[in-house]
Nanobody
Framework: VQLQASGGGLVQAGGSLRLSCAASGSIRSFNGMGWYRQIPGKQRVPVASITRGGIESVADAVKGRFTISSDGVVNTVFLQMTNLKPEDTAVYYC?????????????WGQGTLVTVSS
């Protein structure tokens, strides 16, 4: 399984960015995909996720500003980020997860840096 993320960059506060993540390999095992972010020295935290059934979960810190979507079969996931704030600055990681036989397995892509200037 490979996850290829793209779309990070530098943006001014109030601006927008769109992250993309394409999965390849044994993607049929995925139950969903999503995004996490990590600030240096801090834990990686969930941002948003979407399941094959279309159930979305969005962190309170970004609710109303970030929107997650997929291509319908959950092998490509997007994160539309609007009204970005300096506190959104982080490395964003694409995640895919499977839940089989009571075991949760996470897959990770490489991080993509989002920098929001004030």
């Amino acid at each position: 399984v490979q996850l290829q993320a793209s779309g990070g960059g530098l943006v001014q506060a109030g601006g927008s960015l769109r992250l993309s993540c394409a999965a390849s390999g044994s993607i049929r095992s995925f139950n969903g995909m999503g995004w996490y972010r990590q600030i240096p020295g801090k834990q990686r935290v969930p941002v948003a996720s979407i399941t094959r059934g279309g159930i979305e979960s969005v962190a309170d810190a970004v609710k109303g500003r970030f929107t997650i979507s997929s291509d319908g079969v959950v092998n490509t996931v997007f994160l539309q980020m609007t009204n970005l704030k300096p506190e959104d600055t982080a490395v964003y990681y694409c995640n895919a997860f499977s839940f089989l036989g009571g075991i949760l397995t996470d897959y990770w892509g490489q991080g993509t840096l989002v920098t929001v200037s004030s």
